[in-house]
């Protein structure tokens, strides 16, 4: 009996970043009531896959400033063999001082 599936493989990780992190903006003042802000972070694979893998993010932490909603957002973006790009946003008068999330990559 042959197969042409390869095993699956998975990795897993927890990243966090904030205020310390070069670029970050989610903790700025607002200009606007609509003014979206992002802030992007590259996650690179231990080791590669065959092909673009599944990836799933969850949020397990966070620092928002307490005057204001907890408006965030996490999205995988620009998913390859050997990483993807996390995007991070908020809005309105939210103010994010810090965030932390996991991830699970799906592939082969």
């Known amino acids: ?5 390869l095993p699956l493989k998975i ?5 966090g ?3 310390l ?3 970050w903006n989610l903790a700025e003042p607002y200009e606007d009531d609509d003014d979206a802000r992002c802030f992007t972070t590259q996650v690179t694979f231990a080791t590669p896959f065959a092909t673009p893998p599944v990836v799933h993010l969850g ?7 307490q005057h204001s909603s907890a408006r965030i957002t996490l999205k ?6 050997s990483g993807f790009l996390v ?3 908020t809005w309105r008068a939210s103010r994010i ?6 991830w699970l990559a799906i592939g082969s």
């Open 11 to 15: 990795l897993s990780s927890t990243v």
């Open 87 to 89: 995007r991070i946003s």
């Open 17 to 19: 970043v904030g205020v």
């Open 97 to 102: 001082y810090s965030a932390e999330f996991n």
């Open 76 to 81: 995988a973006e620009e998913i390859s063999d």
């Open 1 to 5: 009996m042959t197969s042409d599936l």
């Open 21 to 23: 992190t070069d670029g």
């Open 59 to 65: 949020l397990s932490g966070f620092d928002v400033e």
